[in-house]
């Protein structure tokens, strides 16, 4: 969602409904079916409803925000901002804004009790925000992105890192965050690459299926985005049309948000800002009625994304914008499966009793969207503990606590891939003598989006990071910025090279950059981020010319990707001693890196994205439909040594990824045998195990993450050529063996058919086990009869 200034929240100009009763002309409320936390939720949700005016019912559905109360600058309180907000704009609001947390506290208080002692019904608001790598407030702990998380491929990290963030909001009363992401990313030009779990629907369901288990179990409701099949814009350009069909919905989009919402029990969904095949997800009947409500049974709400209602008329043309068309708007949001109105916009919905009485839409559509939404509030027990937020001076033991720190420092060390390690370089002594270049590696943190306003500012950098080891272990470590991020200059490479001559050796961090959630928005430079998006992959300015002047010198040098999605720079790969990537870090960034660099922690994480050699070769996802690349294409290159070499596929590239999905080195190595099924003919009911036994050959502890894919041998359409299907990471001492067993249903291995079906067809499917997509260490075919 995009920040928004206070300017924009107010000019609605609604005037104050006068045709709500006051309470006590309204009956007693003293035995109330909806205030009895015995009674069961529909019989309390219609009870509710029964005694809600259309004035009250259309505020539930339409969101508010805490700086129509709470003045940003001076924390200065406007009751009557307070009392309007409640009566037009009160089923939630959003509170992510870069003020001290006791100002948040105290706003949310002040509304969750102008809402029980002053409204007559007391429905408690739903107080939102942002939380997809860490509650977004001041001074919270900050996780990696979530494109790195994916890399650890262990989702219980994640939902810990789900429960710590829920433990963060519900300290200052937020009880609603916009996470996770169920969006793969199948386009990498696109900006928010960085806010997704990859690029496969498997991986991606399991992470988006942990956050929401940890954030609901600690009592704040998950809502999942951006839905459904955002991701893969025209051009990759934000908010651009996505073009596919149902099959490719149903096979390769739906399946990750339907693990995070249905399985999960995600209490609400944000529908998506872009179309899908000539529809606009924001209004899509199929997809949120007949998808959402009639197959999958979802019960609780869906809520526009900022300013996404308006876009209907404004960048879909499809009603008047000047003015804006509000009447269109609401028949096309309200009665396809569209319930809440997100601000940043003109507030459409505000106008839905007017709109009734016209005949626009019906009191029963509103009424389906409202049950909804107090369901939702009820399930979460909103009504018994409107308020759960601690006392001021009790933030301190909730949020940015040293557990906390310490769970983000896990997460990323498990997240960061080692990529290349030429004659074992890596790890370092820590009494080497470390020349740290780069303009990523000291300064700023580099964070993704989506943290607070000046959180750059906080955090170990990769330079702290290393500068601590190599203290404690008798080396040394200095900094060289050898050029800024956003420039071509190379006036600072003189005084990089020496410092690199002066050492032992060099690690050098380029990549990309994003910026916070106010800067974002403020039109500053940066490389990756919603709406921030690129037609190339390559580095930006001199940072490929930096790196190639520190491996100039000899000194061994370690390449490192700070980044929010791949970088395009093959000939690093071949010409550094050792290449990691580390997307977008947690505020203990550079500790983690360093504990990998001098191998405290031993490198676990595998890629959630694959790798391209060069953005012309876009799309390279593994799971891409038989018939789609050749396994030995005929590749051609241009070569850093000046030689043409003239393939066919392509004439002078290659459409392989360079790293594919699931790739990742370590500092051990595991040999894999046995592999075997507990059957070898299935039903369609059946689960079949499959087993393999994975040993760590190398000299130290590690983990392993062990892969299991699935081909269909013969199908009746074009599917997938390969699907991941499960996968266990595993830690194993040196020279330690392990057992592993997956399971995999055999309706999962079902395929959308011809006439739009799902359908798991007779015949053979085969199981591969092994390192990555493209490692496979063994497989094993299991029949399958009706
Ligand atoms: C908030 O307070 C500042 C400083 O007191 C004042 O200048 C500003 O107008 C106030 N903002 C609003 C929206 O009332
Ligand atoms: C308080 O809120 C009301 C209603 O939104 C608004 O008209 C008024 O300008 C606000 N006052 C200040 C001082 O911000
Ligand atoms: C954030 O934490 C820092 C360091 O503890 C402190 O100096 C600062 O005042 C805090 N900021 C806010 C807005 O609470
Ligand atoms: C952000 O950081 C800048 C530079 O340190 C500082 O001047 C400014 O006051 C900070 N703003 C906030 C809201 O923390
Ligand atoms: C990029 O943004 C920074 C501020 O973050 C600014 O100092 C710098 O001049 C900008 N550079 C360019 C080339 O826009
Ligand atoms: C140039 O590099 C390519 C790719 O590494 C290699 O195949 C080729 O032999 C090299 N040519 C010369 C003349 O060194
Ligand atoms: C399956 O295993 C066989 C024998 O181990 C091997 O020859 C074949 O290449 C494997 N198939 C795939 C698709 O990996
Ligand atoms: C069992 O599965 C194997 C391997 O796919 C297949 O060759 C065989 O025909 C199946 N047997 C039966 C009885 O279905």
Known sequence: MRFLSTALLLAAGVSASTTTPSPSSRPSLKNAIYKNPKAPIDARVADLLSRMTLEEKTSQLVQGDVRNWLNETDNSFNETGLAWSTAHRGGSFYVGIAVPQQWISQAVKKAQDYIQ????????????????????????????????????????????????????????????????????????????????????????????????????????????????????????????????????????????????????????????????????????????TDILRNEWDYKYFTMTDAGASDRLCAAFKMCRADPMDKEAIVKFILPAGGDVEMGGGSYSFEQIPAFIEKGIVSVAQLDTAVARVLKAKLELGLFENPYPGLAADKTGTAIHTAAHVALAQKLDEESIVLLENHNGVLPLSKKANVAVIGPLAHGLMNYGDYVVYNSSRRGVTPYDGIKAVVGKGGGKASYVQGCERWSTSQAGFEDAVAAVEAADVAVVVVGTWSRDQNELWMGLNATTGEHVDVDSLDLVGAQEELVRAVIATGKPTVVVFSSGKPVTAPWISEEASALVQQFYPSEQGGAALANVLFGDVNPSGKLSVSFPRSVGSLPVYYDFLNSGRDELPDVGGAYENGTLQFGHQYVLGDPRPLYEFGYGLGYSKFEYSGLSVDKRNATEKDTVTVSVTVKNVGKREGSEVVQLYVKDLVASVVVPNLRLKGFAKVGLKAGESKKVAIKVGMKELGLWNARMKYVVEEGEFMFLVGASSRDLRGNVTVGLKW
């Not at 942990?210 to 609901?216: H, R």
């Open 117 to 288: 002692t002053r409204t007559y019904l007391g429905i408690p608001a739903l107080v939102q925000t942002e939380a997809i790598h860490g509650f977004l407030a001041v001074n919270a702990t900050i996780f990696n992105s979530p494109i790195a998380q994916a890399c650890s491929w262990n989702p219980s990290l994640v939902e810990d890192m789900a429960k710590a963030i829920a433990v963060e909001s519900l300290a200052l009363g937020v009880n609603q965050v916009f996470a996770p992401l169920a969006d793969l990313s199948r386009e990498l030009r696109f900006g928010r690459v960085e806010e997704t779990y990859g690029e496969d629907s498997f991986l991606v369901g399991e992470m988006a299926h942990a956050y929401v288990k940890g954030i609901q179990s600690n009592g704040v409701s998950a809502m999942v985005k951006h839905f459904a099949a955002f991701g893969s814009p025209e051009q990759g350009l934000n908010v651009g049309p996505v073009h596919g069909g149902e099959r490719e919905l149903r096979t390769t989009f739906l399946p990750s948000y339907k693990r995070a919402i249905i399985d999960g029990g995600a209490f609400s969904i944000m529908t998506a800002y872009h179309s899908y095949d000539g529809v606009p997800a924001v209004a899509d009947p199929h997809l949120l």
